[in-house]
């Protein structure tokens, strides 16, 4: 299925019945990402997931891609469903959009669970050395030494050294929507519009929510404390730091992910009104 987001077509698919919960991804990933939260959500809730613009099955358009715009498109997906309002988690880039989405339609917004993100962009895109060398690498070299590099952003160092690497790449490229070892043209869009784009002044603004902020311990890219600030800002939210995950958490730690989603879902929902 698609609609028609700012000119260009957003693709975007569900599954299940039940209360609405839309899955927003982050930078270079698929909507078919979140195939290890649907699988067992859409037992209980109506889960809906769509390619951002670039991307997968949806078009680029001509704009230049912006957060905002990205969470318009994430508001017309839900058009598409015909929700007036849903339950919606968002990871890395995914939880700014979310958090974008939540302030310009506070009223469609039964809860948040954002998951390895941040408030302000900055955050991702200051180069640090780790990042940076890891960076370096996802770039250069053989397509089987871009795809072990590209593994250390989402795996702890621990399980980075002990993973079987091709089997795990294989394993995610479905998920992804393309080979680990190349990202697509949109990537970068995605990442220049994150830099300079902040709402960590408005999330007061947010504090009505029902909020769910997970940070994982070993993530290089969403850093802990990026999670606690956002905590800070929904001064009401719930945070939660796990120790043994990198940034792919919703990846490599699929059960334990859908346990904190549907416990928030289920609470957020026992208390929502229209």
């Known amino acids: 299925m698609d609609v028609t987001s700012g000119g260009c077509r957003i693709w975007y698919e569900s599954r299940g019945q039940g209360a609405p919960v839309l899955f927003i991804q982050g930078v270079g990933v698929c909507g078919q990402g979140w195939q290890p939260q649907v699988d067992l959500l859409s037992a209980f809730y109506e889960c809906a997931w769509f390619d951002n613009r670039g991307m997968g099955r949806s078009e680029a358009g001509r704009d230049r891609i912006t957060v905002d715009l990205l969470a318009e498109d994430a508001l017309a997906a839900m058009d598409g469903l015909g929700w007036r309002s849903a339950h919606l988690v968002g990871h890395s880039l995914g ?25 302000d962009g900055a955050e991702p895109t200051r180069l640090s050395w780790p990042l940076l060398r890891i960076g370096i690498r996802t770039r250069i070299g053989t397509l089987a030494a871009r795809r072990r590099a590209f593994l250390e952003l989402l795996l ?35 990442l ?82 229209p």
């Open 156 to 190: 702890t160092p621990q399980a980075h050294q002990s993973c079987d690497h091709a089997r795990l790449a294989a394993e995610l490229e479905p998920l992804f929507g393309h080979d680990l070892g190349t990202q697509p043209p949109v990537a970068m869009q995605q």
């Open 95 to 119: 939880g700014l959009i979310t958090l974008a989405a939540a302030l310009r339609a506070r009223q469609r917004v039964r809860s948040l669970s954002l998951l390895c993100t941040f408030a």
């Open 192 to 273: 220049f519009a994150m830099k300079g784009y902040s709402l960590s002044s408005r999330l007061g603004d947010l504090q009505a929510v029902p909020s769910l902020i997970v940070s994982a311990k070993h993530d290089l890219i969403a850093r802990p404390q990026a999670g606690k600030a956002i905590a800070t800002g929904i001064s009401n939210s719930r945070y939660i730091e796990i120790e043994d995950a990198g940034h792919g958490l919703p990846l490599t730690h699929p059960a334990l992910t859908n346990a904190l989603l549907r416990r928030h879902i289920d609470d957020a929902e026992l208390t929502w009104r």
